[in-house]
């Protein structure tokens, strides 16, 4: 999908579907960029737009800053939770586009008093699948803890004595009190940020800025 053609060179933005999708299509829209396809309804993992030279990725939420660092696409948006487990390295971070808001946090079965086994310093065990963010809100708390890490569900690692707590995002409660758990404690403010290709930026500078721009203005009309 490289493109050599620096008079209109290629664009590929990669997205997952989604939360993330839904939110991002009014940014594109303030850029003059309409998605022809429904990652919802079809099978295709790279989607058409009324820009010919624009093209969508449809990737795993997680996997969004990885096809960006690579310059498999040349931007994209993730959230900040998933950012922070990536690094961030070689993406250029320009916009939080006040999407996909949400928090993360750390809850705990309902019975458990959490306080009092910080208290005590005991040793808790966390499941989650944001381990590089609870390692360090834990050990900035100093807190010791056994992480264990999970790829989805992680509601279900306390009620089956997995963990004694989890740290997972959280955005109306609804799964965490469908599941007997309380939220015990926030650890940041979570939303999706715009990222970009550092070397696209430069190449293909021209082409990105105004997009760039437009999702700037329209973000900050929403927030
Ligand atoms: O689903 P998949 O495993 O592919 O990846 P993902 O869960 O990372 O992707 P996706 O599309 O679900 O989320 C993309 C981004 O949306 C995340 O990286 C967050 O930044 C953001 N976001 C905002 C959320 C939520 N809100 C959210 N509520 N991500 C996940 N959730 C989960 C939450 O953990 C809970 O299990 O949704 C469930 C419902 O939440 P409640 O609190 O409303 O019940
Ligand atoms: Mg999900």
Redesign the pocket.
């Known amino acids: 999908m490289n493109d050599t053609n620096t008079a209109s060179p290629q664009l590929i933005l990669a997205l997952?579907?989604?939360?993330?999708f839904e939110d991002t299509l009014p940014l594109l829209s303030a850029a003059g960029i309409e998605v022809l396809e429904n990652p919802e309804t079809s099978r295709k993992l790279i989607l058409a737009t009324n820009d010919p030279a624009v093209r969508v990725l449809i990737v795993?939420?997680?996997d969004v800053p990885t096809y960006v660092q690579h310059g498999a696409a040349d931007f994209g948006v993730?959230?900040?939770?998933?950012l922070l487990e990536h690094g961030g390295e070689g993406l250029y971070q320009p916009v939080d586009l006040r999407i996909?808001?949400?928090r993360m946090s750390v809850a705990v079965n309902a019975g458990f008093d959490y306080e009092n086994a910080v208290r005590q310093g005991a040793r808790l065990r966390v499941a989650t699948k944001f381990v590089h963010t609870a390692r360090e809100h834990f050990a900035k708390k100093g807190v010791h803890v056994d992480l264990i890490k999970l790829?989805?569900s992680?509601?279900l690692a306390p009620l089956v004595g997995l963990s004694d707590a989890i740290v997972?995002?959280?955005?109306?409660?609804?799964?965490?009190r469908a599941n007997n758990l309380v939220e015990v404690e926030k650890i940041m403010e979570?939303?999706?940020r715009l990222v970009v290709n550092q070397a696209a930026l430069k190449l293909k500078r021209e082409r990105l800025q105004p997009i760039i721009e437009a999702f700037e203005r329209a973000s900050k009309l929403q927030g």
């Open positions: 997952s579907k989604g939360r993330i795993r939420a997680s993730a959230g900040k939770d998933v996909a808001c949400c790829y989805g992680m509601e997972d995002v959280v955005s109306t409660g609804g799964t965490l979570i939303s999706s």
